[in-house]
């Protein structure tokens, strides 16, 4: 949605008495800027210290997501030790994956608001303080609160910037640069199964979180790189110059005309500077209020403000932005298009600090609101690729829970193999990010038949598991299940872009993570449940693939309800990544984008 802001132009047209009225009633609105004095974008490096960020969310989603995956290598400590049941230790783990899930929207508007840099200290600090008060933990209670809500809440504030800074910094080159960071939540899984059974062995399930705790607080140094870019001091330069320069064309205007037209600028400049005091128009006398669209506040805004994580639509697409057409005819224009710029409110000096406290308060729910857009509720479209993200994210994490128990109540495997069953869907998971991100690049493919599609493989793996009776075939459905649920991992955001366009992603992005927050916190528990009342993790297994299949299943409906029920995407909204997906810009088209104004601009 365009925003508008009003400047204090005022022009002021009296009765047609003079040549000198006339002047000024037809001198223009606009300045034009010489090419020397525009104030352009900041643009991301595509490197450079760029790799060392790359290497800070790597080393970020190593630690992290190694430790919240590998949990169910704690599964049989935590039975023993709190005397629970499955439903009860499933609950456990559902918790700290899906309050990581779920804590993205809130994550997102601290990152805003305070930067990538200590949003992810800060996090790491909770999570970190959320491990050691388990170690007291008197009952699996008290774990729900200390393990699962706590540490799982800080997991998602560092987990978040950690992907925010890399889109940050590059542009171009951004699909390897994310597919760089986010592989280290496989390679995370890979190493900390086995180092959590190690521990586990030696140290029992107290010291094991101890030290991994110790191991965790490393995020702190890789968090120190997510260093805020600086803007380009000639922007700042360049910005004030203009400013200078219009404040000196306006007072040129008079300068030689009679002193009642330097009063009538004078009485101009004074009622732009009180046009929040109301005021009436006289008969003689018309006010005319300019307006900018969000794109002029881009080019004219502070150069510090455009540098901020939320500042851009874009910060969640994964892929590199030449796939965005309008970026590739015009990549200037297509950042004034998905810049968000806001107004700063002025800070008042008899402000008292409850008055700021629930100032501050507001501003939170108000940029909450704005984060997840409800109307999307209302689009079909986005119900039920969100309704599908819920169902694959009750699947989502059973396996990484109770695989080794299931393999362990077989027979099949002592408790060291059992452990590595997960760091094998961790490789393969790396791999299947990789080969489908691949795949999800070439023209041709129609990449939301190609996320349908695997998803419904996956589900029928799942469902096919009870067929794996001895360790080989176990670590084969293992093998499989990392390698095909990767598609879900990759190209969420990308899909989502396909099918609402860039302009929505931001909002649609903070939904999407709440549904998949609630199918992480419900499905391991419901799949524990299922084994205490079957004594049998069979039947859980067929249930989660259930899910997932029907996950897939449900999308591919989706191209004809967008054609019986919506419009056809127009040249802008296609511009801006809009599907359908496998259209490419026309040689007309592409003239069309380039020469794109910006109050013509859709977002």
């Known amino acids: 949605m365009t925003t508008t802001i009003e400047t204090g132009i005022v022009e002021e047209d009296l009765a047609p008495e003079t040549n000198h009225q006339s002047e000024i009633s037809e001198k223009p609105e606009t300045k034009t800027k010489s090419k020397d004095e525009e104030t352009v974008v900041p643009a991301a490096p595509d490197g450079g210290w760029g790799w060392m960020v790359v290497f800070g969310s790597f080393m970020i989603h190593v630690i992290a997501d190694g430790i ?35 804590t993205g929207p809130i994550a997102s508007i601290f990152t805003n608001k305070y930067g990538c840099r200590k949003i992810t200290i800060v996090g790491t600090l909770i999570a970190a303080f959320g491990f050691i008060i388990s170690i007291f ?25 950690a992907i925010v800074a890399v889109s940050f910094y590059f542009e171009k080159r951004r699909s ?12 995370g899984t890979f190493i900390f199964a086995p180092l959590t059974n190690l521990l586990l062995e030696e140290y029992g399930w107290k010291g094991t979180v101890l030290i991994e705790t110790g191991l965790l607080l490393n995020c702190i140094l890789c968090g ?15 910005a004030k110059r203009a400013n200078e320069t219009a404040v000196w064309e306006a007072d040129a205007e008079v300068i030689n005309r009679p002193v009642a037209y330097v009063q009538m600028a004078e009485s101009a400049r004074l009622a732009s500077s009180l046009s929040s005091i109301p005021h009436h128009n006289s008969k003689d006398t018309k006010i005319r209020k300019r307006t900018f669209s969000e794109a002029d506040k881009v080019e004219n805004g502070n150069p510090t403000e455009l540098l901020r994580p939320g ?7 994964p892929a590199s932005l030449e796939h965005i057409p309008m970026y590739k005819a015009n990549p200037k224009e297509y950042k004034k298009n998905v810049m968000v710029i806001k107004e700063k409110k002025a800070v ?39 309704i599908s993200n819920l169902l694959t994210s009750i699947g989502y994490c059973v396996p990484y829970i109770f695989l080794p128990e299931r393999a ?105 993570l709440l549904f998949q927050g609630i199918g992480a916190v419900v499905g391991p528990p419901m799949a524990g449940a299922v084994y205490d009342i079957t004594k049998n993790y069979d039947d859980s297994f067929y249930l989660m693939g259930i899910c997932i299949a029907i996950s ?28 359908p997906t496998t259209t490419a810009v026309a040689k007309g088209d592409e003239e069309a984008v380039l020469h794109l104004s910006p109050s013509e601009s859709i977002l």
Do not use: H
């Open 224 to 238: 120190a790189v997510f260093r805020p870019m600086e803007p380009d001091p000639r922007l700042k330069t360049e």
């Open 137 to 161: 933990a008197p009952n699996i209670i008290f774990m729900y609160f200390s393990f699962g809500i706590v540490a799982g809440f800080g997991l998602g504030m560092a987990y978040l910037p």
């Open 348 to 386: 008042q000096d008899d402000e008292t600090c409850l008055s700021s406290f629930c100032n501050s308060v507001r501003d939170f729910f108000n940029e909450l609101r704005e984060t997840m857009d409800i109307s999307l509720l209302w689009d079909l479209v986005f119900m039920l690729f969100a």
């Open 68 to 102: 919240a995956y590998s949990f169910g290598v704690y599964v049989e400590d935590f039975k023993d030790y709190f005397d629970c049941n499955s439903a009860d230790v499933g609950m456990l783990g559902s918790l700290i994956l899906g309050v990581t899930w779920g």
């Open 552 to 579: 897939g299943l449900m999308l591919y409906p989706i191209p004809c309800i967008r054609r019986l029920c919506s419009k056809k995407a127009s040249e802008q909204e296609i511009a801006l990544g809009k599907a």
């Open 176 to 187: 390897l640069a994310t597919g760089l960071a986010v592989c280290g939540s496989g390679f």
């Open 311 to 317: 500042s851009r639509r874009d910060v969640y697409y």
């Open 408 to 512: 362990q109540s077989m027979g099949i495997a002592n408790r060291k193999q059992a452990s590595f069953l997960i760091s094998i869907i961790g490789i393969t998971n790396t791999m299947g990010r990789i080969v489908f991100g691949w795949i999800a690049d070439f023209k041709f493919v129609n990449r939301l038949m190609l996320y349908n599609t695997v998803l419904v493989l996956c589900g029928i793996a799942s469902l096919l598991s009870g067929l794996c009776i001895t360790y080989p075939a176990m670590s084969f459905y293992a093998a499989s299940y990392g390698l095909l649920v990767g598609v879900y991992t990759c190209l969420t955001p990308i899909v989502l872009v396909d099918l609402l366009g860039l302009d929505k992603l931001s909002n649609s992005f903070g939904l999407v």
